[in-house]
C-alpha cells in the first residue's frame, strides 16, 4: 500500500457502444474530482476498472479475457480490479464469484459512489478482508447532469441527453442493465454544447440508448437537436441511437433543413419479418419501416441511412430470413451492422422462445447478407466518384501517418495522402473523391476551375 500522499492510480478500459465511452469520461470526472491520477500502463495501475458491455456473448467474452490477464498482475501486487458498466448490472451473482479477482462492481447509475468504493475496496485489502465494494441499484432520476465529462481530445464531443430504455425489445438487454429511461434537463445540454464549442470541439454527438425519445416537459428531439445546432462553432451535429418508432415530421424537417445536422440517419432495423419484428417487440412492420425509409428520401433524397440487422432470432425461417434479404436489397442502405442472435439471460426472448436456429445457419446468413451489403455498400460509395465533398479532418488514418483521416457528413470515411494535403484535425475541407471501397472514400485536392 502507498503512502497516503501518493496518488492512487487509475486505469480505465472501455468496451461497448458510444454510451460506454461517454460514461468513462463521467467516471474519469468523478474520480479526478477525488484526488485519483489516471494512468494508460495497466502495469503502474493500483486500480484497474473495466466499463463494460453485455449486448451480446462475444461482448462477455472479451471482458472475461481480459479478466483473465488480470489474475496474474493481482498476484504480483496489491491491485483493486473493478468492473463497471452492463455487465456489472447484469452479472452482479456471476461476477462476484470469480473469487478472488472482482473487488468493486458499479452498474451506470452508481457511478457517484466510486470514490468511496474503490477507497472501501483499498482499505479492505490491507486489512487483508478483501471484502466486495458492490453498488448496482437502478435509478430512475440519474442523468449525471451536474457531471462535467473528462473528455477525450479530438473533434467530437458527446453528451448524453437521455438515459435508459423502456422499449423492451425481446432480445435486448440493456433495458435491465439500463433502467428505465429518463431525460435530462434541456437547459443544461444546451449549456454543456456552449462549452464544448468554447473547447474547440466541432462536432457533438447526441447520445440515449433510444435518443429520439427524449423528451422534457414541452421539449422533444427536434427541439432539443435544433437548439444544440444553433450554438454557434458546431459545425456538425449527429444522434445515436434512434428508434424508428420516434420520427415524427418534425424531427425530420429539423435534420433535413438544419445546414449543421449531418444527413445521416442510422435507422434499426432488425428484420425484415412482420412475424419476427412482432416477436422481437420492435412496434413497426416491414411496410411502416419501408415507409418511413421512403418519408425521409422524399424530404432529402442524398441522405445517409444505416442499420442494425440480427440474423438468426427465435424461429426465423429461411423465408423469413429472405423477406430480410429482400427489404435490404431494396433499402439499399449505406452501411449495416449485422449481428448473429446472442441469447441474453432474463431477456423476453431467453424467458419465453427458444433460440433454436443453429450455428451453422445463423453463420451462414450473417455472411450472406455481409455479402449482400458490402456490394451495396460499394456501389454506394462510388456513387460520390467525381464530387467534391466537405470532409472534417480527424487525425491520421489508422493504417499510416502518412496518410490524413476524417468522415464526410454522412459519416463515411475518407482518406487522403497528407503530402498532398496539409490539414490539421478540426479543419473542414472540400475534397475531391478519386475512388471508393465499400468503407472509404479516397480523396485528393479538388481541381481548380
Ligand atoms: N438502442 C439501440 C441499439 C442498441 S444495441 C436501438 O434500439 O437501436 C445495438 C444493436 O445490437 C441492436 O440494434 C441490435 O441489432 C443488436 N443487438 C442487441 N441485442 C442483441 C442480441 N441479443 N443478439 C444480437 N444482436 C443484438
Ligand atoms: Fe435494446 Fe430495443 Fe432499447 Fe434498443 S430500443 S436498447 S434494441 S430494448
Ligand atoms: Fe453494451 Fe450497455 Fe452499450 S450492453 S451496447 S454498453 S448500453
Given at each position: 500500500m502507498k503512502a497516503k500522499s501518493t496518488p492512487t492510480h487509475v486505469h480505465l478500459e472501455t468496451f461497448g457502444c458510444q454510451m460506454n465511452e461517454y460514461d468513462s469520461e463521467l467516471v474519469r470526472s468523478l474520480l479526478k474530482q477525488d484526488g485519483f491520477v489516471f494512468t494508460d500502463e495497466r502495469e503502474r495501475a493500483d486500480v484497474i476498472l473495466m466499463n463494460t458491455c453485455a449486448i451480446r456473448e462475444n461482448a462477455h467474452n472479451k471482458v472475461y479475457k481480459h479478466l483473465s490477464e488480470l489474475k496474474k498482475l493481482k498476484r504480483q501486487r496489491p491491485l483493486v480490479v473493478g468492473v463497471l458498466g452492463c455487465m456489472a448490472q447484469n452479472l452482479k451473482e456471476e461476477l462476484t464469484d470469480?473469487?478472488?479477482?472482482?473487488?468493486v462492481l458499479a452498474g451506470p447509475d452508481a457511478y457517484r459512489q466510486l470514490p468511496m468504493l474503490i477507497r472501501s475496496a483499498m482499505l479492505s485489502q490491507v486489512e487483508g478482508l478483501n471484502q466486495k465494494e458492490l453498488a448496482v441499484d437502478l435509478s430512475e432520476y440519474e442523468t449525471y447532469h451536474d457531471i462535467v465529462p473528462d473528455r477525450n481530445d479530438g473533434v467530437n464531443a458527446w453528451i448524453a441527453v437521455m438515459r435508459g430504455c423502456d422499449n423492451f425489445c425481446s432480445f435486448c438487454v440493456v433495458p435491465y442493465t439500463r433502467g428505465r429511461e429518463r431525460s435530462r434537463v434541456p437547459e443544461g445540454i444546451v449549456q454543456e454544447a456552449r462549452r464544448i464549442a468554447e473547447q474547440g470541439f466541432k462536432q457533438i454527438t447526441l447520445l440515449g440508448q433510444n435518443v429520439n425519445s427524449y423528451r422534457f416537459g414541452d421539449w422533444d428531439f427536434a427541439r432539443l437537436i435544433t437548439a444544440v445546432a444553433d450554438v454557434?462553432?458546431?459545425e456538425r451535429v449527429r444522434f445515436t441511437s434512434p428508434h424508428p418508432k420516434d420520427f415524427p415530421l418534425s424531427l425530420l424537417e429539423a435534420v433535413v433543413s438544419h445546414p449543421n445536422i449531418c444527413k445521416q440517419i442510422h435507422l434499426p432495423l432488425q428484420s425484415g419479418s412482420d412475424r419476427i419484428l412482432s416477436l422481437m417487440n420492435r412496434t413497426y412492420t416491414n411496410k411502416e419501416y419501408r415507409a418511413l425509409v421512403d418519408r425521409i428520401r422524399t424530404l432529402r433524397a442524398d441522405i445517409v441511412l444505416s442499420t442494425d440487422l440480427i440474423c438468426g432470432f427465435c424461429g426465423e425461417s429461411d423465408a423469413e430470413f429472405a423477406e430480410t434479404y429482400r427489404l435490404v436489397e431494396e433499402i439499399r442502405f449505406h452501411s449495416a451492422f449485422i449481428f448473429k442472435y446472442s441469447e441474453r439471460k432474463n431477456t423476453i426472448a431467453a424467458r419465453k422462445l427458444s433460440d433454436d436456429v443453429s450455428e451453422p445457419v445463423k453463420t451462414d446468413r450473417v455472411t450472406r447478407l455481409f455479402d449482400l451489403q458490402r456490394n451495396i455498400s460499394y456501389e454506394r460509395n462510388r456513387e460520390y466518384l467525381e464530387t467534391t465533398i466537405p470532409v472534417l479532418v480527424e487525425g491520421d488514418a489508422k493504417r499510416s501517418a502518412a496518410q490524413g483521416m476524417g468522415k464526410s457528413d454522412g459519416n463515411i470515411t475518407v482518406i487522403w495522402d497528407k503530402c498532398a494535403i496539409s490539414s490539421q484535425p478540426g479543419d473542414m475541407v472540400s475534397l475531391a473523391i478519386y475512388d471508393a471501397s465499400s468503407t472509404t472514400l479516397y480523396a485528393a485536392r479538388p481541381p481548380v476551375n
Open positions: 470469480i473469487q478472488p479477482l472482482v473487488d454557434p462553432g458546431i
